[in-house]
Structure formats: C-alpha cells, structure tokens
C-alpha cells in the first residue's frame, strides 16, 4: 500500500508541475479538439433522501431479490442491518437500452446498510426468468453513459483507506462489466501520458482489496 500511496504522490507532482499554468494569471489551456467537441457527461448525484421509490418496479424488484438484500417484513427505517425494501437504502436504475429494468439493472447501497461502511454497487440480469449477480463493486454509481452498445457504461468511485479516491470507467464484455480505464485520480484528469501505467496502478489495486468481486 505504500508503494501505491507513493505511486499516486509522484503522479500528483507530475499532473500539476506539468501544466505550468498559473490558475490567478494564466488563460485557461486550449483543450484539444476532441475534447473540446466531447459533450460532458452528466454525473449521478444520489442522496437517499426518500422512504418511497418514484417508479413501479424497483419495490417488486427487491422483494425479488429476497431477504440476503431487504426484509419486505421491516418497518424501522433505522435498521440498518436487516433493512427495509425502502428508497431510503436503495435505488436502481436501468443500464440497457430497449430492455426493461425488471430484466437489467444496477442496484446502489446505502452505506451503513448490512454493516457495509461504504456504498456499494451491484449489477443484477435476468437469465433463464431469475435474477443473477453479475459484478458487485465496493463503489459509488456515479455516472452512466451510452455506448454504440445496449449496454451503458458505469463510472464508478473507490476510495482507499488512505482518502484517495479513483473515478474509474467500467464497460460491458462477456456478459459482466470489466474495468477499463481511471478517468480521475482525486479529482484531476488523468494525462495522456499517464493513462496506461495509471490504468494498471488502479486497476491492480481494484483486484488487490477485492474492490470489484463482491
């Protein structure tokens, strides 16, 4: 972990020594063409702030899933452990194109929720009329977005222990979601000339801690 924590420290001094813009003085950096053109994604911004689901399937749904995830039997919405099939702990949201959620979907955890202390996200598929697990990660659903595919990619947040936290995008292959590259390190782009020994960082780190293999 050290070494990591090394590795990210080092990236740090390289990202801001190599931009040699003065942020009070400079003119903002030309972007490039590619990037200038590139319409920003919208990140998700989930608060848990509701005790009820705005949709018709994601009750079902959960009662779907069974009581390894929710007690459709449990009122106290400060059970945390054995919790509710509430909005208060849950959402769910499609990530295939012309495929209904009841078949596709993510489902994002509270933190806190079965002593878990993070938000954690899971990919559920119907095969054969059941629901499957296909990825659970120890992240944050941050954004979605389109692909030529059906399948929408996921950008997702880990965090270390040491308060670093890694933007990573994760896309659709051989029936389950894979990494594919760390968009942002704590909050900064990751430079072109950065990006392969940084996608290997991450992702190395991603397996070590069992990140992606809940």
């Given at each position: 972990?050290?070494?990591?924590?090394?590795?990210?420290?080092?990236?740090?001094?390289?990202?801001?020594?190599?931009?040699?813009?003065?942020?009070?003085?400079?003119?903002?950096?030309?972007?490039?063409?590619a990037?200038?053109?590139?319409?920003?994604?919208?990140e998700?911004?989930i608060?848990?702030?509701?005790?009820?689901?705005t949709?018709?399937?994601?009750?079902?749904?959960?009662?779907?899933?069974?009581?390894?995830?929710?007690?459709p039997?449990?009122?106290?919405?400060?059970?945390?452990?054995?919790p509710a099939?509430?909005?208060?702990?849950?959402?769910?949201?499609?990530?295939?194109?012309?495929?209904?959620?009841?078949?596709?979907?993510?489902?994002?955890?509270?933190?806190?929720?079965h002593?878990?202390?993070?938000?954690?996200?899971?990919?559920?598929?119907?095969?054969?009329?059941?629901?499957?697990?296909v990825?659970?990660?120890?992240?944050n659903?941050?954004?979605?977005?389109?692909?030529?595919?059906?399948?929408?990619?996921?950008?997702?947040?880990?965090?270390?222990?040491?308060?670093?936290?890694?933007?990573?995008?994760?896309?659709?292959?051989?029936?389950?979601y894979?990494?594919d590259?760390?968009?942002?390190?704590?909050?900064?782009?990751?430079k072109?000339?950065?990006?392969?020994?940084?996608?290997?960082?991450?992702?190395?780190?991603?397996?070590?801690?069992?990140?992606?293999?809940?």
């Open positions: 972990m050290k070494q990591f924590t090394w590795t990210i420290f080092c990236f740090s001094l390289l990202l801001f020594s190599c931009s040699g813009n003065d942020p009070e003085t400079d003119e903002p950096a030309t972007k490039e063409p990037e200038a053109e590139k319409e920003p994604e919208k998700l911004e608060l848990f702030d509701q005790t009820t689901f949709d018709d399937q994601s009750l079902p749904l959960l009662r779907e899933l069974g009581e390894g995830v929710c007690n039997a449990e009122k106290d919405l400060e059970n945390y452990f054995r099939c509430n909005a208060k702990f849950f959402k769910l949201f499609a990530f295939r194109e012309n495929t209904p959620m009841k078949d596709a979907f993510v489902l994002l955890v509270k933190a806190r929720v002593n878990f202390p993070i938000r954690r996200t899971f990919i559920y598929q119907r095969e054969k009329g059941k629901l499957v697990k990825n659970g990660f120890a992240a659903l941050i954004g979605m977005r389109k692909t030529a595919s059906d399948y929408k990619d996921l950008v997702l947040r880990f965090n270390d222990e040491d308060q670093n936290h890694f933007n990573c995008v994760y896309t659709w292959r051989s029936m389950h894979e990494f590259r760390v968009e942002q390190i704590n909050d900064a782009n990751i072109k000339e950065f990006q392969d020994s940084m996608n290997v960082e991450i992702h190395k780190l991603i397996e070590t801690k069992g990140l992606q293999n809940l």
